[in-house]
């Protein structure tokens, strides 16, 4: 009498088109053999809906025990769909997490280019080295750079179950958590995500994070005042924004739809300050020059017209830049660039009391 071995045998001979050519057996979709005196049966079992091969399969299987078995035979192939497992129903996402949070602020501008996530992340640095307990969201999700930036490319945060939920554990380094999408993209990979996919996945950037006790947690928020943003602020308890700017008057009007989008009655935010960011060029050999290559005092003329305070101007110079891409931002070192830093971190810590 021919055996459940066999029987696997001949049918290992089956390949399944649809799935790499990969047999039968090893698919894990032969169950239930049944071996008589004169009778052979198999159940074919499939994982989900029907197989659009499922009677292309049938007959293979088939034919392949007819090759093998003696004569006479009597051969059933029969097939099933496997109902599949209800999906477990993840607990819903609460403000719960950030209990801990005393100061959640967003960092904004109205357009990009205007270095923006600079600002961000050596904001985040320059708290921390003045004691504070710092983290930061990259919420950009269309061109995260935190990770260039602060040298954790490659690095995937963890996952610590807490109580019935997933909580992700952020990577720290300078004393800062980061949490972005680019931890969970590869290199190079681009994002095609509409709106609702964008907001449900920073969402959950923000409230299934193991953030602990912080005093500043910032969002590096992206460029413009689009369905994100409106998302974030309605979600997410900000507290306010800094909004980011570079110096010259065509830049005025980008400032304006921030200022406007944060205190559209819908949303009433309050805006901590605006950072001139690029206001002046030093050359490195001559830290004593400045030069405004986008205007001067454009900053100050704009926090002066929307009534609230110019926390900063940070200047353009090359270590900045270098610092960036090298994973060791300004904020680390005690230059003149690094001391601007500080010396926003302060005015920001002061605004917020």
């Known amino acids: 009498m021919v055996t459940r071995a066999e029987v696997l045998s001949f ?11 990969r047999t039968l057996v090893e ?3 032969v169950e239930n053999i049944l071996i008589e005196e004169n009778k052979v049966s198999v159940t074919l079992v499939f994982p989900k809906r029907p197989d659009p091969l499922k009677t292309y399969l049938e007959g293979a299987a088939r034919a392949a025990l007819y090759r093998h078995l003696p004569g006479g035979t009597e051969i059933e192939i029969q097939s099933v769909t496997k109902a599949a497992p209800p999906k477990k129903q993840e607990p819903e996402l609460t403000l719960e997490n950030l209990n801990s949070v005393r100061h959640i602020i967003g960092v904004a501008s109205g357009k990009g280019g205007v270095g923006k996530s600079t600002v961000a992340v050596n904001l985040a640095i320059a708290l921390a080295r003045q004691g504070y307990k710092v983290g930061l969201v990259d919420a950009d999700v269309y061109g995260p750079s935190v990770p260039l930036m602060t040298g954790t490319e490659g690095a995937v945060p963890g996952m610590e179950r807490i109580g019935e939920k997933d909580m992700i554990v952020p990577i720290e380094k300078y004393g800062v958590k980061w949490i972005s999408v680019g931890y969970f993209a590869k290199p190079g990979q681009a994002l095609i995500w509409r709106g609702p996919m964008a907001c449900s996945t920073l969402k959950q950037l923000v409230l299934q994070v193991k953030w602990d006790v912080l005093d500043y947690l910032l969002i590096d928020m992206p460029p413009g005042t689009g369905d994100i943003h409106i998302s974030l ?10 909004i980011v700017t570079t110096p010259q008057e065509v830049a005025l009007a980008d400032v304006e739809k921030g200022v406007d989008m944060f205190r559209h009655k819908n949303i009433n935010r309050q805006i901590v300050g605006i950072v001139e960011n690029m206001a002046w060029f030093t050359p490195e050999a001559h830290p004593e020059e400045k030069y405004y290559l986008f205007g001067n005092g454009g900053g100050a003329r704009m926090a002066e017209r929307f009534g609230v305070p110019l926390l900063g101007q940070i200047p353009l110079v090359q270590s900045i830049r270098e610092g960036g891409d090298a994973g060791e931002p300004a904020a680390l070192g005690s230059r003149p660039d690094s001391l601007a830093f500080l010396d926003l971190a302060a005015r920001v810590v002061e605004k917020l009391g």
């Open 11 to 21: 049918l290992s001979e089956v390949q399944h088109p649809g799935q790499g050519d």
């Open 233 to 242: 602020v309605q979600e997410v308890p900000m507290e306010g924004a800094v």
């Open 27 to 29: 698919l894990g979709l």
